[in-house]
Structures are given as C-alpha cells and as structure tokens.
C-alpha cells in the first residue's frame, strides 16, 4: 500500500539552528500537509500546501517556517532558527484531492529535539 | 471555532471484549466530517474510520464501528473483540466539508489499553 514518507525519523539540533524535515507523498496526491504534535498534547495543523503554494496555515506557522516542494516528489519543512518549543513530531501528510470527501494520510513523523 | 474533546485520558480492556471511546465536538456547520486516528507507540497516524456527517448511517470497518448522533454532536468508537494490537492513543478528528485546506481539529486523545 503506497505511503508517505518521512526524513529524519529523528533529529537532534542545537537552539538556533536551521532544521530540514524531509517527505516524500504518496505518488498521485496534490495536497499536502505538515502537521505537529508536542509530546503529551494534542495533534497541530501548521500548514497545508497546493499547486506550489500554501493554501492555508495556523497560527504555529510564523516567519520562521517555510514550506517547498523543490521538485516532483519531495514535500519539505524548514524552520530557519530553532527554539526550544520547536521540539515536537512533526508529521508529513498527502490527500489526492481537495480534502473534501477525501481521506489524509500521514506519514510516520520526524521527531525534532531541540537542545 | 470548532472543538474537540475526549473526555476520557486513559481507558483499559480486556482482551476480547468491547471497548468505546467518547469524543464529542462543537461546530455550526451541517455538513463536516469526522476521524478517528489510532496511534500506536510507533506514533504514527493511522485512519481507523471516517464519517460523513450528511450520513445518516453509522460507519463501520470490520471490527471497529462508530455512534455518531448529529444532534447531540457526539462521535463514538466502539472497538468489538479487543485485540492487543489496538493498544495505542486514539484520536478523534472534525474538518469542515467545505474547507479544502485540510486543516484537521484534533481532540486530545485516549489512551487504550488492551490487557491480555
């Protein structure tokens, strides 16, 4: 069964440190998504992505995160200058269309420490 | 805005019998959908089931099966005959039919545990 990847499973990085989380989505799907989840709290949305722009981001998504999809297959976050609270899963995901009526699947999480 | 709240942190079962896990959710819209994802402690996100809320029918996938009641805004999962691979953290999940951004509200989560 097709699935979405992600990369790093885990990533170690000091304060103020750009980081890169890798995903690759399922083949066929157009939407993509970065959500988060801090350890002991609830799942986030951060930013969902469409036609090589973003179609809708939280609050979380400030300047300091930015999202690219630099060629056919990869789906990337970048947080520029990390802090503490940046430590969390961050979960890639994929829908084949507009979510509407459709399913998201997620991948199975970058884990980020921040030290 | 909407919400979602489980109000049960923590729930065990004995292998082979039923378990339900409660979310309830506020919204003004008619027509949404709603999840329940499993994570298990790989933690990745699992789909167990979706419901389309203009239906009135409950959804159901082999061993898992939902009470959704529109009115009362609640949205239940029910697990028959308990297996120890249900041990994760479910969470229930609302998104609005009309929003195509695939922003997801995530309720807080329950924790099962399935004993042998």
């Known amino acids: 069964e097709p699935e979405v990847t992600q990369t790093p499973s885990h990533q170690v990085t000091q304060m103020g440190q750009e980081v890169i989380l890798r995903c690759v989505p399922i083949s066929n799907h157009l939407y993509f998504y970065w959500y988060r989840q801090i350890l002991g709290q609830k799942v986030e949305f951060l930013v969902s992505f469409y036609n090589n722009e973003i179609s809708e981001k939280s609050e979380i998504f400030d300047d300091q995160f930015s999202v690219e999809r630099p060629d056919g297959s990869n789906f990337t976050l970048k947080i520029r200058s990390t802090k503490l609270e940046d430590s969390a899963m961050y979960f890639c995901a994929s829908s084949e269309r507009d979510f509407t009526g459709n399913t998201i699947y997620f991948g199975e999480g970058s884990w980020l420490t921040v030290v | 805005a909407q919400t979602v709240t489980q109000s049960q942190p923590e729930m065990s079962v004995q292998e082979a019998e039923t378990v339900t896990l409660s979310c309830t959710y506020d919204?003004?819209?008619?027509?949404?959908?709603l999840f329940w994802y499993k994570q298990p402690p790989s933690r990745q996100m699992i789909l167990v089931i979706r419901q389309e809320a203009y239906k009135q029918q409950n959804a159901t996938e082999n061993r898992f099966s939902v009470n959704f009641q529109k009115a009362a805004k609640s949205f239940s999962l029910k697990i028959s005959d308990s297996q120890l691979g249900d041990t994760a953290m479910y969470f229930c999940?609302?998104?609005?039919?009309?929003?195509?951004?695939?922003?997801?509200?995530f309720g807080q989560g329950t924790e099962l545990s399935v004993k042998p």
């Open positions: 999940a609302f998104t609005e039919a009309s929003y195509q951004g695939g922003k997801l509200i």
């Open positions: 919204t003004s819209e008619n027509n949404y959908y």
